[in-house]
Every structure is written in C-alpha cells, then in structure tokens.
C-alpha cells in the first residue's frame, strides 16, 4: 500500500525548534518530489516546501524561509522538516505530500501537529 | 500567484449541480488541481491538469478552464460530496492554494 506517515509534532515554545518526519512505503521513494503543506486551525492549506528527488533543488514560502529546512534521506525512504525558531503563526497540522510528473499532489500523509505555545 | 474562491461558502442539497470557481492573478495555463477535504482528514486528489479525472473519482466531478479562470463541478451533489474544496496552482513555486470553498447541506 502506498503510504506516507508523519511523525514528530508536538507543543513547542515560541523561538523552539522541531524536527518533522515523514516515512514512506509501498512506492520507490527516490523517484518523486516531496512536498510540506500545513493547515492551521479552521483554516485552509499553506504550501510550505519542495524537494527535488534527488534533493538538489528547493524551494519554501516566504513565511517560512530562513527558519525552516526541509531534506531527505532516499536510503532511508524518509522525508524531514527542521523547524526552528517556531512562531504561534507556525502552529497548524503539517502534511507531507508526493508529487507526480504533473506537479499536483497524488499522496497525503495523515497529517502531525505543531503548537507553538507557551 | 493568488488563487481566489467562489464562493466561500455555499448551501446546497442532494441531487444539486454545484459551480466553484478559481480565479488565477496571472495566467496559469491548464497547471491547476482540485483537492477534496473531510474535517480532520487529509486532502484527497480529485483533478488534475485543470480536466482530468483522478483514478478513483466519480464521473460526477468535472473540472474546466484554462489561463486565469477555472470551474470544479459536482453533476449531482451526493451526501459524501459535502466538504471543502480547494484549488492550487502548479505553475510556478509556490504552489499557493486558493481560500477553499465550503459545501454544505442546505
């Protein structure tokens, strides 16, 4: 089955940092570009971050540049978020996503909670 | 690129034809998808390619347009059908989302 399974939210204070993790299965991992998208409270989808299969090119909102990094690891079928210097704005539930040769978005994660609080 | 919904919010009842529609601030060719959403659930696939059908998908949603003006349709709303929807463009980074357009039961 193909699938994909964030993990790693959690309560966070302002100015902290988490790490987001997403493992995939049941497809060749290395073959697609990944993506983060986050939804907050009552509202709608945020495109957070790209990355190219093979990891050599990326991209972010400008809500998130500069604090956010997003990488992989194709050995280890895995897709990651290093968040720092989270802000309250940051807080939302944070999908991971592959994307096929037409860019739009086949496969969603269930989806991992960020609150940033103090 | 901004992608703007219409309407909002919209009312509707089983057995209904229902229009959403997506404007883009610039031109976007035929790079747009159409997402369904379920409270507390993922984002499902439903078009792509501004017209094609997902595998999957019921006949009974339809996507058109193309440039800066894009329509989902839903032939005959059917009770599984009530959730919020929304389109994203793909044709450049980022691939912004529009506000999302939320179908109830009248």
């Known amino acids: 089955e193909v699938q994909l399974v964030e993990s790693g939210g959690g309560l966070v204070q302002p100015g902290g940092s988490l790490r987001l993790s997403c493992a995939a299965s049941?497809?060749?991992?290395?073959?697609?570009?990944m993506n983060w998208v986050r939804q907050a409270p009552g509202k709608g989808l945020e495109w957070v971050s790209y990355?190219?299969?093979?990891?050599?090119?990326?991209y972010y909102a400008d809500s998130v540049k500069g604090r956010f990094t997003i990488s992989r690891d194709n050995a280890k079928n895995s897709l990651y978020l290093q968040m720092n210097s989270l802000r309250a704005e940051d807080t939302a539930v944070y999908y991971c996503?592959?994307?096929?040769?037409?860019?739009?978005?086949?496969?969603w994660g269930q989806g991992t909670m960020v609150t940033v609080s103090s | 690129i901004q992608l703007t919904q219409s309407p909002s919010f919209l009312s509707a009842s089983v057995g209904d034809r229902v229009t959403i529609t997506c404007r883009a601030s610039?031109?976007?060719?035929?790079?747009l998808a159409w997402y369904q959403q379920k409270p507390g659930k993922a984002p499902k696939l439903l078009i792509y390619?501004?017209?094609t059908l997902q595998s999957g998908v019921p006949s009974r949603f339809s996507g058109s347009g193309s440039g800066t003006e894009f329509t989902l349709t839903i032939s005959s709303l059917q009770p599984e059908d009530f959730a919020t929807y929304y389109c994203?463009?793909?044709?450049?980074?980022?691939?912004?989302f529009g506000g999302g357009t939320k179908v109830e039961i009248k």
């Open positions: 049941g497809f060749t991992f290395s073959s697609y570009e």
């Open positions: 390619a501004a017209s």
């Open positions: 610039q031109g976007i060719s035929s790079y």
């Open positions: 996503a592959r994307a096929r040769i037409t860019k739009d978005f086949d496969i």
């Open positions: 990355i190219s299969s093979s990891g050599s090119t990326i």
């Open positions: 994203q463009q793909l044709n450049s980074y980022p691939h912004t």
